[in-house]
């Protein structure tokens, strides 16, 4: 089952899939639910997107029912959370994609849910949006980098907006109104339109994901 997956694997995203697949197959042969997380890791550090990793594992599953059963269990989140976790890691000192703010987000989400509560109650996104262009991102970035410093996670969307997870609580107002202030007084800043607000999260879990995506057009 697993010659035949790499295979396919092979033909359909050719030998850098999977050669890197190989790497860690015998990891997925286990089939142990709580190895996804690693399986997750690897594939970002390999440099692997996170849409092929999921169609990959996927195409494994319409394979084995096992398998199957395991990404219905909440291994697919499991899969995804590692692979933001190993894209983090090798690129901790820059804003990332706002594909590993979504997969965050659903992480937070699921945690929420397990302890009886809305992720509404204690989470919140920062979001900062300007002209869009290059040198006004960067600034941005660096700003919200001095101002967020406990492990937020911080994402560009498609529209150009910075959008930073955190959690709501008094503290989040100070650091945000710290970040506008700094923005204010950069002179590379200067005559570019900077608008920075607290975004609620939708008290519904059902409803966070499509809040997100709305924030990120």
Known sequence: MIDAWLHDLQVGWGERAERSTTAISHVVERG???DLRTIGYHFATDGHPLNDVLAWFRLLAARSRPFRHLLEQGGIILLASGWADGLL???AETVGPFEVLRVRLQQQVQNARALGQPPGAHLALVIIETDGSPDSAARVAHHAREAFRTGETMAA???GKLLILARRDQDVRERTRRLSDAMLADIQLSGVPVRVWIEPLAMSADHVDSH??????
Do not use: F, R, Y
Request: hydrophobic share 35%.
């Open 212 to 217: 997100l995506l709305g924030l990120a057009s």
């Open 32 to 34: 142990d639910i709580g």
């Open 89 to 91: 890691h090798e690129d």
């Open 157 to 159: 969307t498609p529209s």
